[in-house]
């Protein structure tokens, strides 16, 4: 039986999760334009060029807009009340991540400075950075 | 292009119902089959407007649905645009007429939830995010919305009770609805009381789970003429748009307005040849308080940061410059996901021949619908004339 193989520059979904349990953010970077993007992709939205590249992006990050969820999915039912967030990472693209333990907004400005953590929980996981990061 | 015309739009109540999707749809087409006083046998083809009838262990509505109404040999297919699913039928529906292809099409949205508790619920519609990278990583519907009201908040300073006076004005839109989910009058502090789902966003900032069924029979001149109708009786479809956006909404660069609908609003007002001030009324996509805000923004009725003015002025209640949401909304009215673009064009079917009871919009000739799937991944905007 021949089985299905896939480009050695391709990320699968298993190994973006896979990765993010072994503490890496993987993603795509496009060689033509240098766009990047976490994603699973063929083509560049920017110059559909489908010259794109796997690449590891920094564990460090600012939130750009978040919400404190009080009603979960499933998987995150017992993690309430948390922060549900959308964090551009230094180096790159937004991704999204979760933040345990955060129930009011006082506790998270927009700006906040974060850092992605190697976690076995679901999902993304990130927490505060200390001051400086 | 030829002509699309609306000859009907009938709707069950939406709320909690015991019924199916199957039943719901059966019931909403057949009010929409004899309010247009055809025959089953006169349709040629059908839409089905769903998003989650696997939850109740149905595929393949269409035929389902034929069947029930008699057609069993007429074909109908589900289009899945998540909470757009409806514009997109509508649409579909006006290519194919449009086109010449059929002359008369039933479209029908439903949808039905409520046999799902609150987590399961909430898990279902987590589907309709980037599922891998929002849902998955915690993100709920109101969570993603509860992020674009956070930056909507940050960029133009609106405020929560600016928020909540969208509500307060959709629920009071909603009393003289029958079929609404909700008759009941809210004021601005019961939604700044109500529990916290995804903050910025309450209780009262959401619409519900809802079931229902919507139903549409759209036809060409020559149908129109088949059937004798009077002049009076014509819903002229005079424009009509549609976009995609991101699936993911993380990803966009600004999160306090979806491309989707700034795009399909420009097309629908560029075939009907109209502007913003020609619209008597809109039935817009308030999944959440601040939607209806950023819809007024993207549809160019308001600009950037001033919607929430305008509705605290009362310049889009009903007697206001331009009503928004007369039906009551998402947030009042209801929101059968799969149902809700379809319900939208019997509002405006209802307000355009002046049926609308208390909530009627004086001398409403000219309409907008804009229907939003999922977080701006699709939109559908349709602007309809009474001719
Ligand atoms: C807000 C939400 C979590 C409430 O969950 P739910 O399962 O509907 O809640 P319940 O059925 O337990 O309702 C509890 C009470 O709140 C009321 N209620 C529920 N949703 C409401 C709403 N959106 N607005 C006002 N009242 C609401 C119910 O009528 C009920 O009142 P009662 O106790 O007087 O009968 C849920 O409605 C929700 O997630 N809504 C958003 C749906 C969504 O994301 N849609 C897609 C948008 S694109
Ligand atoms: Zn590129």
Redesign the interface.
């Known amino acids: 039986m021949t089985e299905l193989t896939q480009d050695a520059s391709e990320l699968t979904i298993k190994e973006f999760q896979e990765g993010i349990h072994e503490g890496k953010i993987e993603g795509y970077r496009c060689t033509n334009c240098g766009h990047q993007q976490i994603d699973i992709m063929e083509f560049c939205p920017v110059c559909h060029s489908a010259k794109l590249e796997k690449v590891e992006f920094s564990h460090f990050g600012s939130v750009v807009t978040y919400t404190i969820q009080l009603v979960a999915p499933e998987q995150f039912m017992n993690e309430v009340p948390y922060a549900w967030a959308i964090i551009q990472l230094d180096d790159g693209p937004k991704i999204t991540g979760w933040i345990p333990f955060i129930s009011r907004p006082e506790d998270l400005p927009i700006g906040q400075r974060v850092v992605f953590k190697k976690s076995y929980l679901p999902g993304i996981v990130f927490e505060k950075g200390k001051t400086g990061d | 292009m030829r002509n699309v015309y609306v000859l009907s739009a009938d709707t069950t109540k939406y709320g909690k119902s015991p019924l199916s999707a199957r039943e719901l749809a059966l019931q909403a087409s057949k009010k929409a089959i004899l309010d247009a006083e055809i025959s089953p046998a006169d349709i040629q083809a059908s839409f089905i407007a769903n998003a989650f009838s696997l939850a109740e262990k149905q595929g393949h509505l269409g035929p389902i649905i034929m069947s029930g109404l008699g057609i069993p040999d007429v074909p109908a297919s589900t289009i899945e645009s998540a909470c757009a699913s409806g514009a997109s039928a509508i649409r579909e529906a006006w290519i194919n007429i449009g086109a010449g292809i059929y002359d008369c099409m039933l479209v029908v949205g439903v949808e039905k939830v409520s046999q799902l508790d609150?987590?399961?619920a909430?898990?279902y519609f987590?589907f309709g995010s980037d599922f891998?990278?929002?849902?998955?990583?915690?993100?709920?519907f109101?969570?993603?919305y509860?992020?674009?009201?956070?930056?909507h908040i940050?960029k133009y300073g609106t405020t929560e009770e600016q928020l909540a006076s969208v509500a307060v004005k959709n629920h009071a839109n909603a009393m003289s609805n029958p079929n609404a989910h909700f008759h009941k009058r809210i004021s601005i502090e019961d939604v700044m009381k109500s529990?916290?789902?995804?903050?910025?966003?309450k209780l009262y900032d959401a619409c519900p789970f809802s079931d229902g069924a919507a139903a549409a029979i759209l036809c060409s001149e020559d149908f129109l003429k088949k059937t004798g109708r009077k002049s009076s009786e014509k819903v002229l479809i005079r424009g009509s748009g549609r976009a995609g956006g991101?699936g993911?909404?993380?990803?966009r660069e600004d999160?306090t307005t979806l491309n989707a609908a700034v795009m399909a609003g420009r097309e629908a007002f560029k075939m009907a040849g109209l502007s913003q001030k020609d619209i008597d009324f809109a039935e817009v996509h308030d999944c959440f308080t601040v939607a209806e805000l950023v819809a007024e923004e993207d549809l160019g009725f308001a600009r950037r940061g001033q919607a929430a003015k305008l509705t605290q002025e009362g310049y889009t209640k009903i007697g206001g410059e331009l009503p928004v949401n007369p039906s009551g909304g998402l947030k009042a009215k209801g929101h059968p996901v799969g149902a809700t673009g379809v319900g939208q064009v019997v509002e405006v079917f209802e307000q355009l021949h002046g049926k609308a009871g208390e909530r009627q919009v004086e001398d409403a000739r000219i309409a907008l619908t804009h229907n939003v799937g999922a977080t701006g991944g699709s939109c559908g905007v349709h602007i309809f004339e009474l001719t």
């Open positions: 609150t987590i399961t909430t898990t987590s891998v990278f929002e849902g998955a990583c915690g993100a709920s109101p969570g993603l509860g992020a674009i009201a956070r930056s940050t529990p916290v789902i995804a903050s910025p966003l991101t993911a909404l993380f990803q999160l």
